[in-house]
């Protein structure tokens, strides 16, 4: 995947997690969408990580050097679709 279709796969399935979270606030009893609640955090997880493993952190809490910024260094997503 290029950097627009992570970046919009990021989108996607976070998305599934906040429509999974929003579900279960009034049927939190329900497995289904429990199990599907955990894939789709487990996927945008994963999505996030093989994004800052390949064009840096996409999120100021990713950043794991804590004495450099290095966030700031890189282009801002959009800047590079």
């Known amino acids: 995947m290029n950097q627009k279709q992570l970046l919009m796969y990021i989108t996607q ?19 289904e969408a429990m199990s599907y609640y955990q894939k789709m955090r487990k996927l945008r997880k994963e999505a996030l990580d093989k994004y800052q493993q390949e064009f840096g952190p ?12 290095i966030w700031t260094e890189t282009p801002w997503p959009w800047q590079n679709c």
């Open 13 to 31: 399935v976070s998305f599934g997690v906040t429509e999974a979270v929003m579900y279960l606030d009034t049927h939190p009893c329900d497995a």
């Open 58 to 69: 996409l999120l100021s809490d990713s950043n794991e050097d804590e004495c450099h910024w």
